[in-house]
């Protein structure tokens, strides 16, 4: 992709507006403390300290609008007590400018690093680091610091005590998530009706996950329909897949396929029915047909063999699903659940439930965690570093060049810079022409109203408080909106503190262009592009896969309980490893650099080859025998193989080479041989589905082969 087209798409993605769901009980909520902590302060103080008093609200309450799995209350208070203790060592550095610029690339660099533990510290650092550079340049003295550092800190305790006290659905984040997988599984029953063969996009049951986690504390207060409920759903899609599947038995038509059709539609409206009531915490409502096609008896006498397990196992699930989510509720309703769950199993032995217990620690011991993923960035190559790097740089020298330039309060740049930066090309380049439209709107709203009503200290802090409100209420429906709120905001706000309102436009404009551009030249000179990186992407997760695989047919070789945790953590990695290939391909599309060994073209065919090697083995995984089965020998050989080739193919995608795939071929070799040597057959499962991993196997080479070719695929 070329400069101009990538420039072009970025600003174009930046300006847009999306309709998203809002949410006015908790813009609301956080601009009634916002509002609460600027008049105690007004009241008490004056407007100077007011003003950084509701700096500190109006980002506590920002920080709880991220996305994060951790409780409310808790990124409230870090935030207001990180903006306190930066605003106090800026003012106390601030008077001698070397110490100062030191101070702030010591901050942005680790503001920069804070990304390794996630986007919700990173946003989180970043904003503190931005508003300090304003806060710094109230106080008039170390006490007075002090003491703008203590109402700051004020501010995010007064948010976090509304959270408290004024709940607003509890665990609503928890619900969703969990919510939302059930009603991905729901659409991808669905979607198997009518292609056997569907994809299932694994991120709504990968956050599910992540959302399961919780402290000690929050486990206790834990609604009981997010016990167990996301557990039995990660169960779910393998046994959806095999009951769907032609290759597991079932014909592609026939009344077999028609049974099948109408189980699948089955479970799609149990599901949508406990993915509604988990999502509003409501009774489940279970459609009668549904439960109906799952009662009759007619599964047993048209399906056979592993299509009539799978079927067997879905029922048994589905009931699972189903109490889980019918949570504590009535005696009548609980009742009522129970029975039906029973109705549903029809007499069949119901399986046993294994729930996952995740732990989230504690904030204090997250610090190690989050300290240990930093260290963990320090190295060449990494993204995280770089992003860090670049962001420190550009704040000293957009923190110079506002010194220098004759407007005054030259903070705006590298505050803007500080603001927009992002590891990621396309992300810095969005928010950049994003924040730039944006504050040319708010400033220009904001000077028309302070022309038209000449506002005081107390109607100006109204206007903020507005501001505000419409800030946490459009904040997700696009970058430059809220930007425009946030412009606003702080013309209000730094007019109540007695600021030139005139100049403020001025300066705003002119150095908030000034800090975009430098974001953006940054990144042009000081890249950390992701397509030059897509191929180790991709031999990670064909690594995973395999190992995903070979863990599979080991549990065929040895039949045990235990086996199923080696399933299970392998499954985790190679999702996480297909996610990172998904978003390192979705960033280098838009980055303006020209593929380096692997084409769009050799992309898409790898990807849907081992998109079909993990889906191969999650049919399998959804027959593995329990403990006591009797063991497939011949399968071990061929774990080894699946193993060992997947790793020195990984190595050979790195170095552009075609991996080969002769040992796993000779393994399926010599198990036919004792095969015939013997006169056995092995089960149909596994034997089919080592042909069907092999089969995938070898159309990712073909795919990486004829793709990596000059002139496969035009990347411009």
């Not at 038509?253 to 409501?282: K, M, N, Q, Y």
């Not at 702080?490 to 109540?496: A, E, R, S």
Request: hydrophobic letters at 50%; a positive charge.
């Amino acid at each position: 992709m070329s400069w101009l087209r990538a420039l072009k798409e970025t600003a174009r993605s930046g300006l847009t507006i999306e309709r998203r769901r809002l949410e006015p009980l908790i813009a609301i909520r956080g601009a009634a403390g916002l509002a609460l902590v600027l008049g105690v302060s007004l009241a008490f103080f004056g407007p100077v300290v007011a003003a950084s008093s509701a700096f500190g609200a109006f980002q506590a309450a920002i920080a709880t609008f991220q996305r994060s799995w951790r409780p409310r209350p808790v990124l409230a208070l870090v935030s207001g007590a990180s903006l306190a203790v930066s605003t106090f060592l800026g003012y106390v550095t601030g008077s001698r400018l070397a110490l100062f610029m030191l101070l702030l690339v010591l901050w942005t660099f680790l503001a920069g690093l804070a990304w390794a533990a996630g986007p919700t510290g990173g946003i989180i650092a970043a904003s503190n680091v931005a508003i300090m550079l304003v806060t710094i340049t109230l106080p008039t003295s170390v006490a007075q610091a002090a003491l703008h550092g203590a109402v700051i800190a004020f501010g995010g305790v007064v948010q976090a005590a509304l959270i408290v006290l004024v709940p607003i659905r509890r665990w609503g984040a928890q619900r969703d998530a969990l919510a939302d997988a059930l009603a991905a599984e729901a659409d991808y029953a669905r979607r198997l009706r009518h292609d056997p063969v569907a994809h299932f996009d694994p991120v709504p049951l990968m956050q599910a996950r992540s959302a399961a986690a919780v402290t000690p504390r929050q486990a206790r207060s834990r609604p009981a329909e997010l016990h167990g409920s996301r557990g039995v759903a990660e169960r779910i899609r393998p046994v959806l897949a095999s009951l769907a599947d032609p290759a597991m038995g079932v014909p592609a038509e026939g009344p077999e396929r028609d049974r099948v059709r109408e189980l699948l539609a089955a479970a799609a409206s149990l599901l949508d029915a406990a993915a509604r009531a988990i999502r509003h915490g409501d009774p489940v409502r279970l459609p009668a047909p549904a439960v109906a096609a799952l009662k009759t008896p007619d599964t047993g006498a048209l399906l056979t063999g592993p299509p009539l397990r799978a079927a067997d196992r879905l029922a048994a699930l589905l009931s699972d699903v189903i109490e889980a989510a019918e949570g504590d509720g009535t005696r009548e309703e609980r009742a009522e659940a129970e029975e039906t769950a029973e109705a549903i199993k029809a007499g069949r032995r119901r399986g046993r439930r294994q729930t996952e217990h995740q732990k989230r620690p504690t904030l204090l011991r997250l610090v190690p965690v989050v300290l240990k993923s930093m260290r963990g960035e320090l190295h060449h190559g990494s993204p995280i570093l770089r992003h860090a790097i670049r962001v420190s740089v550009v704040a000293a020298i957009g923190y110079l060049l506002g010194t220098l330039l004759p407007y005054g309060h030259g903070y705006w740049a590298p505050m803007t810079a500080v603001m927009v930066m992002r590891p990621e090309f396309s992300q810095t380049y969005e928010r950049s022409v994003a924040r730039f439209g944006g504050t040319v709107v708010g400033v220009f709203l904001a000077t028309a109203i302070v022309q038209t009503a000449h506002p005081g200290v107390e109607l100006s802090a109204v206007f903020a408080v507005v501001c505000a409100v419409l800030m946490y209420l459009l904040m997700r429906t696009g970058y430059a909106v809220g930007q425009a709120c946030v412009a606003a905001y702080v013309v209000f706000l730094l007019g109540m503190a007695g600021g030139d309102w005139s100049q403020t436009v001025l300066e705003r404009v002119v150095l908030t262009l000034v800090g975009g551009i430098l974001a953006m030249i940054s990144y042009a000179v000081y890249p950390a592009w992701e397509t030059p990186r897509l191929r180790n992407r991709l031999g990670d997760w064909l690594k995973e896969d395999g190992r995903y695989a070979a863990s599979v047919v080991d549990q065929y070789a040895d039949p045990a309980d235990r086996g199923h945790d080696d399933v299970r953590r392998a499954l985790l990695r190679t999702r996480a490893a297909r996610v990172a290939w998904q978003e390192a391909v979705a960033t280098a599309q838009h980055e303006p650099v020209r593929h380096r060994g692997l084409s769009r073209a050799a992309a898409d065919d790898t990807q849907h080859a081992l998109s079909q090697l993990g889906r191969v083995a999650m049919l399998m995984e959804a027959h593995l025998p329990e403990g006591g089965a009797t063991p497939v020998p011949e399968a071990a050989p061929l774990a080894e193989a699946l193993r060992r080739a997947t790793e020195q193919g990984a190595k050979a995608v790195r170095e552009r080479r075609v991996p080969d795939w002769g040992p796993v071929r000779e393994a399926l070799k010599k198990w036919d041989e004792e095969e015939r040597l013997h006169e056995q057959r092995s089960d149909p499962v596994v034997r089919s589905g080592a042909d069907l991993l092999l089969e995938a196997l070898e159309e990712f080479s073909r795919g990486l082969d004829d793709g990596s070719r000059p002139g496969a695929s035009d990347d411009d």
